[in-house]
Nanobody, 124 residues
Framework: QVQLVESGGGLVQPGGSLRLSCTAS????????IGWFRQAPGKEREGVLC????????YYQHSVKGRFTISKDNAKNMVYLQMNSLKPEDTAVYYC?????????????????WGQGTQVTVSS
């Protein structure tokens, strides 16, 4: 069955960096759209980034442009979220998500599959 397992979360100071990893199993990344959502305390889940067959990131949050990048390694079946210049408002649980198709939607992203999430805390 499809499984997504996140890793790499933790506590980081403002201005610092983290790289989240997502290991996918039960399917191959080809012809899937893979991405990251996050949920901050007291807020709804929101899409962050998506990557598909064109290997180009689709951003859903203007606030992360220029700071976050998404990449994938089809051979390893892994997806990464590189987060730089982190801010306290980036504090959230980050979820790896996926849906069949390979083309990231331009606006609303409603993935079929979700990981369990990894906590990212940005604080001094």
């Amino acid at each position: 069955q499809v499984q997504l397992v996140e890793s790499g979360g933790g506590l980081v100071q403002p201005g610092g960096s983290l790289r989240l990893s997502c290991t996918a199993s039960g399917f191959t990344l080809d012809h899937y759209s893979i991405g990251w959502f996050r949920q901050a305390p007291g807020k709804e889940r929101e899409g962050v980034l998506c990557i598909g067959d064109k290997n180009v990131g689709t951003y859903y949050q203007h606030s992360v442009k220029g700071r976050f990048t998404i990449s994938k390694d089809n051979a390893k079946n892994m997806v990464y979220l590189q987060m730089n210049s982190l801010k306290p408002e980036d504090t959230a649980v980050y979820y790896c998500v996926a849906e069949p198709g390979g083309e990231c939607p331009e606006s609303t992203f409603s993935p079929w599959y979700w990981g369990q999430g990894t906590q990212v805390t940005v604080s001094s």
